[in-house]
Each structure stands twice: as C-alpha cells, then as structure tokens.
C-alpha cells in the first residue's frame, strides 16, 4: 500500500519522462532506511541523495541497505540537497522536520515528512501535542493526508 502511496507522491511535472530525483534526509532510522528500500527500487525515482540528521554524522554505507543501493548515507547538506532533488523525505523527528521543512519549501522542492509536525491542521490541537510545527506551511505533504488528491499536483 505505502508503494503505491510513493509513486503518487512522486510525480514531478516539471520532469515528464524523466525519473524523479528524490531524496531522503533520515536515512539511518528505521522510517529512513525503509524509504531508501522502496525509492532506490521504484521505476519512477532516482535516488539521488540520503542523508544523515545531522550535519556532523560521517558518511557511511549500511550494510542493512548493501543489496538495495549502493550509495552512501552521508551528513546532512541542506543545499545538496536542494540541489540534486526534487522531491525530499523528512524522516526525523518533529522538531528537525519543523526546522528543516520550511528551506526545502522555499527552495521549491516538494516535501513528504513522515513525522507528526505537520500532521494535525488545527492551530490549538498542534501546539498542544507538537510544540515545535509554530507555522504550518501550506504545500507539505504527510503519511496521513496521502490520498491521490492530496499529492498528485
């Protein structure tokens, strides 16, 4: 079913016939390493980048990911990101989807976070259980609201 939800979630017009370079920053948590298996596997993605959280992380291969891809998890670069994607995976905690999210989106890339920061469209409601999402930007994508409307441009 997330298959299927992923290659919704990854149509880019501005590339027709082209495959979407995706990225993923959290690529060595669970969330993370799950959404390296399914894009570097889809016909419609390139992975082109999977970071660590953090700036500082080494850059390392896992061996849990040896058979599915061949690149290398590397510290977090928010403008290589921005420049060798299009579409960009936030699977991190709340608050680091909450401070990262808005420079993706100002860079134009298309952002699917996978935490709860950007979950619960009510003002009130997401204060009270996800202090760190102060704004909600308006073009962000997340597990819940995937449906064919609600990702498909």
Known sequence: MIESHVSQAVAFPSRPGLATRVAVVGATGYAGQELVRLLARHPATQLTVAT????????????????????????????????????????????????LAPSFLAAGRRVIDLSGAFRLRDDDTRARWYAATASLPSRIDTCPRWSRRSVVP
Request: charged residues 25%; negative net charge; aromatic residues 4%.
């Open 52 to 99: 660590a959280s953090q700036a500082t992380s080494t850059p390392r291969r896992l061996p849990a990911l040896a058979r599915v891809w061949e690149g290398e998890i590397g510290p977090l670069e928010i403008d290589r990101v921005i420049d060798e994607a299009d579409v960009v995976f936030l699977a991190l905690p709340e608050a680091a989807s909450a401070d």
